[in-house]
T-cell receptor
């Protein structure tokens, strides 16, 4: 059974650009959530989606957005990139809400120059 | 707001020995879940163990066990018979019932010495 797949694994952008990251959850999983991991701030919650609906959003500026498609795949977008957006972005999926266990992908490493 | 605190940025243990990682949390909720996640250098987070707050019995998964003290809001992880493959960052996490949002601690880097 394939795990959570995130693409791209690595990317380099410059300030002011935008980026889109993709996450394919485990087959049958309908809940997807996103986290930002940085050395300074640690792991911070970005969004949570279930059945194409955003159920929860973390404390991030409006430049961070996301969506979920009918096949449960999810994308997140960061516009007008800043140096501080450099991070590992992790996606996690679960079969449904309130199951207790999230399965994480390997992440997308974003570097902003 | 819920917070999770891991007071040990780094820990080390000899192979085959036992180590305990500490975690405290703060919440006003009564229904929640607690987790320990492991993140090896390859970066993929793996669930080690979970504990439902309504269960008094401490969770155990093979060599991993927790000491859950609800009144003290403490949730420590004990690793017995430590193995080289246990070397990783360990994150304590909290989730309120009804939400998929995890609140993580800053992590503890565990080194296992041969």
């Amino acid at each position: 059974k394939a795990g959570v797949t995130q693409t791209p694994r690595y990317l380099i952008k410059t300030r002011g650009q935008q980026v889109t990251l993709s996450c394919s959850p485990i087959s049958g999983h309908r809940s997807v959530s996103w986290y930002q991991q940085t050395p300074g701030q640690g792991l911070q919650f970005l969004f949570e989606y279930f059945s194409e609906t955003q159920r929860n959003k973390g404390n991030f500026p409006g430049r961070f957005s996301g969506r979920q498609f009918s096949n449960s795949r999810s994308e997140m977008n960061v516009s007008t990139l800043e140096l501080g957006d450099s991070a590992l972005y992790l996606c996690a999926s679960s079969r449904t809400v309130n199951t207790g266990e999230l399965f994480f992908g390997e992440g997308s490493r974003l570097t902003v120059l | 707001a819920q917070t999770v605190t891991q007071s040990q940025p780094e820990m080390s243990v000899q192979e085959a020995e036992t180590v305990t990682l500490s975690c405290t949390y703060d919440t006003s909720e009564s229904d929640y879940y607690l987790f320990w996640y492991k993140q090896p250098p390859s970066r993929q987070m793996i669930l080690v163990i979970r504990q439902e707050a309504y269960k008094q019995q401490n969770a155990t998964e093979n060599r991993f066990s927790v000491n859950f003290q609800k009144a003290a809001k403490s949730f420590s992880l004990k690793i017995s018979d430590s193995q080289l493959g246990d070397a990783a960052m360990y994150f304590c996490a909290y989730r309120r019932a009804g939400s998929e949002k995890l609140v993580f601690g800053k992590g503890t880097k565990l080194t296992v010495n041969p």
